[in-house]
């Protein structure tokens, strides 16, 4: 299924549903991670709370910089990965990216000494438990609502 919108800045959104037969080759990753029946977040020290994910390094693989990220920002581990979308936002100003979107199923979480930008993990129900004023503008993305949709329709998560 191919999906186009606009963004909260006008710009292009091309999302596409996928699965594990398709390659990743986006340049940023998402990850909506699932640990002991919640939602795994991360809370970014600038832009609040939010799923983790960021930009893939030279050399890594979409699924090695999922993995990466989540464990970065939150200190959890990766018991089973599925690849559920990818989105590219068009922007006006030319700065436009692809990011893999990936459902995880968490094995466990470690404290961590430094999670870099973040603050750490967090965990809740639903989104919508999570205070407006706490998310980041991220968690209000049209692309990201979608994708955690797909993830409840696919039945990793109601």
Do not use: W
């Not at 292009?12 to 037969?21: A, I, M, P, T």
């Not at 990850?31 to 939010?50: A, D, S, V, W």
């Not at 990936?102 to 430094?114: G, P, R």
């Amino acid at each position: 299924m191919n999906v186009k919108f606009k963004d909260s800045e006008n710009d292009d959104v091309f999302l596409s549903y996928k699965n594990d037969e398709n390659h990743a080759d986006g340049n940023h990753v998402l990850i909506i991670p699932i640990y002991q029946g919640q939602l795994l977040f991360t809370n970014h020290k600038i832009r609040g709370i939010e799923f983790p994910g960021g930009k893939k390094e030279l050399g890594e693989s979409s699924e090695v910089a999922a993995a990466r990220e989540l464990f970065e920002e939150t200190g959890a581990t990766i018991k089973k990965c599925n690849y559920i979308a990818q989105y590219r936002v068009v922007r006006q100003n030319g700065l436009s990216f692809t990011k893999d979107v990936f459902m995880v199923v968490v094995k466990d979480v470690e404290q961590q000494q430094d999670y870099l930008e973040t603050n750490g993990p967090l965990f809740y129900n639903n989104v919508y438990d999570i205070p407006e004023e706490r998310k980041s503008y991220l968690l209000k993305d049209a692309a990201i609502l979608q994708c955690l949709e797909r993830v409840m329709e696919l039945g990793f998560y109601s």
